[in-house]
């Protein structure tokens, strides 16, 4: 699981400095399947927020998600995501 922040003005640099994170710790660590979360989606506007996922999940082949502590079933829907995927 990588939690991104949404207002980062570059979602793909931040990604990029965790990957290279991970690599540096374990090189086993990105041969993983990942889940991206982006978080604090309540500070931007939602066709913001839209255009962000689809410039961000562009060429990437994980699931990605949003978060907002503000609704309720966002944190459900990533605790579901992640106990399918440790199933």
Request: charged share 35%; glycine share 0%.
């Amino acid at each position: 699981l990588h939690l991104i922040d949404i207002t980062n003005e570059n979602l793909i640099e931040s990604y990029n400095q965790v990957k290279k994170e991970l690599q540096n710790y374990s090189s086993e660590l990105t041969k993983k399947k990942e889940l991206i979360v982006l978080n604090k989606i309540d500070l931007v506007d939602e066709d913001v927020v839209k255009k962000k996922i689809e410039v961000f999940s562009k060429n990437k082949k994980c699931e990605v998600l949003t978060l907002s502590t503000l609704k309720k079933n966002s944190v459900s829907k990533i605790k579901s995501k992640l106990i399918s995927y440790a199933s």
